[in-house]
Nanobody, 115 residues
Framework: QVQLVESGGGLVQAGGSLRLSCVGS????????MGWYRQAPGKQRELVVG???????NYADSVKGRFTISRDNAKNTVNLQMNMLKPEDTAVYYCNAVRNGLVYWGQGTQVTVSS
């Protein structure tokens, strides 16, 4: 059974940094794409950034220049470095992976940015 296990997150002041990591287990095959979504209270889940096997990245406009995604295909790992955090970045962040049309989600990790 494929699982995505996240780590990182927490509480940080505005302007600070956090790093999220996600490891996919239960498969020896690489995911077609991996990425991060987030969901703030009362809002829909939204894409933060995605990266495909070729390394092409798709960032949400709100995080461009502040967040950086990296991926290790061999280890089915994706990381998200978040810099210059803002209070509006506060949300539950979910790791996402897609392989052969199947979508997998992590359990979510809370990121809280205080002003």
């Amino acid at each position: 059974q494929v699982q995505l296990v996240e780590s990182g997150g927490g509480l940080v002041q505005a302007g600070g940094s956090l790093r999220l990591s996600c490891v996919g287990s239960g498969t020896i095959f690489s995911f077609n794409s991996m990425g991060w979504y987030r969901q703030a209270p009362g809002k829909q889940r939204e894409l933060v950034v995605g990266i495909n096997q070729g390394g092409r990245k798709n960032y949400a406009d709100s995080v461009k220049g502040r967040f950086t995604i990296s991926r290790d295909n061999a280890k089915n790992t994706v990381n998200l470095q978040m810099n210059m955090l803002k209070p509006e970045d506060t949300a539950v962040y979910y790791c996402n992976a897609v392989r052969n049309g199947l979508v997998y989600w992590g359990q979510g990790t809370q990121v809280t940015v205080s002003s």
